[in-house]
């Protein structure tokens, strides 16, 4: 449900320019959910209404798994500290959607998360409108909306519109990996009723040297890692020139996709692909998943467990690409490959098929490419990522 929106009052600029701030990710070491459940958690975030056909059984089935594994990358988080005085918690820096909520006090199912204690900040401001985010699933997160002020690192600013949940349902309560979201997609697809993105804020409040965020996400099997830089790029973590492209629809980071190719064979395109950090996957209309599984020897469609191809891949030399806004970024196949099956020989694949009628690049793709999302051209840059 979308709620009303609400004017910003922000103070005046304060004319100090801060030197760009590096946030660094973690990549939680436990167990996190399994490839078909990743699934049926995208395809409800990106459209509500769909019911995916491996769904809430298979969810609850294979919902929660232990990964063991060196070359698997679910979930960066990072911290962030919320009021006066800052409380932590753990994030996603989710560039898929446009909210920040956290736990509340009133969440009786939150047990186990980081729990925001209004009565213990001197700058939260109750704003009081419901909010809620529901799926088809029948899964959702409600409460209340309020503002405070927000710390991440050096960076402090005011007036940050906050969902606060009170209630979860089951499954989002189950996600014990991650206290909350830090929506950075354009405030169009706001629930709480933000209307700036708190990239926008920081710059505003003159926090920032330009209202940018650079991305970085490290390989667990080169070490792990990855970085947010707030304001600017770290060139420690790229290679070359960023190669820009123009945002196509000012609500997710949404660019024109104009093919795919697989080896020598290309399937020339009129679509669209949304680069989404909070997303582990790549998530891709029948026809482009089916295209570029077409060069693996091996790989293996089934309904129940979506694509799955040989674990040997993980050693491939080849690479899918994507082209975007005319230029091509190419993912290695060894980044596709994800945990074991059932039948252990084959593991699924990180490129999954859904009925959503875009692409969604996801930390799959990222991990080939570092991302600069600049939130005053609406543009998006991505050069060659580096240990
Ligand atoms: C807001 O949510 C509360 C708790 O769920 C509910 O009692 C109340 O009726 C809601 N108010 C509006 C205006 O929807
Ligand atoms: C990948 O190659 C390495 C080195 O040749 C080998 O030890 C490993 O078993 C291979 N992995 C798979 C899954 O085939
Ligand atoms: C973004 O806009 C600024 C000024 O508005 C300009 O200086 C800069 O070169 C632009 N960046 C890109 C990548 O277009």
């Known amino acids: 449900m979308k709620l009303s929106y609400h004017l910003l009052s922000i103070a005046a600029c304060v004319h100090v320019v801060l030197a760009n701030l590096v946030v660094p990710l973690e990549q939680p070491d436990r167990p996190s959910l399994g490839t078909p459940a990743r699934v049926v958690r995208t395809v409800a975030k990106y459209n509500p209404n769909i019911i995916v056909k491996a769904d809430v059984k298979q969810m609850q089935d294979t919902g929660i798994v232990e990964l063991h594994s060196d070359y698997l990358d679910i979930e960066y988080t990072g911290t962030i500290g919320v009021g006066t005085p800052p409380q932590k918690f753990q994030a996603v820096f989710d560039t898929g959607s446009s909210d920040i909520w956290l736990p509340s006090t009133s969440c009786t199912r939150c047990v186990g998360h980081h729990i925001f204690q209004e009565d213990a900040s001197s700058s939260f401001e109750s704003i009081g409108k419901n909010w809620s985010l529901s799926y088809a699933d029948g899964s959702y997160i409600s409460g209340r909306t309020a503002k405070d002020s927000v710390t991440i690192g050096d960076i402090h600013y005011e007036g940050q519109m906050i969902g606060l949940a009170n209630d979860e349902s089951g499954q989002f309560a189950a996600d014990k990996f991650l206290d909350g979201i830090f929506g950075l997609a354009f405030p169009s697809l706001s629930l709480t009723g933000a209307k700036q993105s708190p990239i926008e804020i920081m710059y505003d409040q003159g926090q920032l040297d330009e209202p940018v965020v650079g991305v970085w996400l490290g390989r667990s099997?080169?070490?792990?890692?990855?970085?947010?830089?707030?304001?600017?790029?770290?060139?420690?973590?790229?290679?070359?020139?960023?190669?820009?492209?123009?945002?196509?629809?000012?609500?997710?980071?949404?660019?024109?996709?104009?093919?795919?190719?697989?080896?020598?064979?290309?399937?020339?395109?009129?679509?669209?692909?949304?680069?989404?950090?909070?997303?582990?996957?790549?998530?891709?209309?029948?026809?482009?998943?089916?295209?570029?599984?077409?060069?693996?020897?091996?790989?293996?469609?089934?309904?129940?467990?979506?694509?799955?191809?040989?674990?040997?891949?993980?050693?491939?030399?080849?690479?899918?690409?994507?082209?975007?806004?005319?230029n091509q970024f190419a993912v290695p196949v060894a980044d596709i490959v994800r945990e074991a099956s059932a039948d252990a020989r084959l593991c699924f694949s990180g490129l999954v098929e859904s009925s959503l009628p875009f692409t969604i690049l996801g930390d799959v793709f990222l991990k080939s490419w570092y991302t600069v999302f600049d939130f005053g051209n609406a543009s998006i840059g991505f050069a060659p990522s580096k240990r």
Not at 249 to 265: F, L
Request: glycine share 12%; hydrophobic share 35%; aromatic share 10%.
């Open 221 to 326: 099997k080169e070490g792990g890692g990855g970085e947010m830089v707030f304001g600017g790029t770290n060139k420690e973590h790229y290679t070359g020139e960023f190669k820009y492209v123009k945002v196509n629809n000012e609500k997710y980071w949404q660019v024109p996709m104009d093919s795919v190719s697989s080896g020598s064979k290309k399937l020339p395109l009129s679509a669209s692909a949304i680069i989404d950090t909070g997303t582990t996957l790549i998530v891709a209309p029948a026809t482009i998943s089916k295209h570029l599984h077409a060069s693996i020897e091996g790989a293996v469609f089934s309904s129940i467990y979506g694509w799955r191809l040989p674990c040997t891949a993980i050693n491939s030399t080849e690479a899918f690409e994507f082209e975007l806004g005319g």
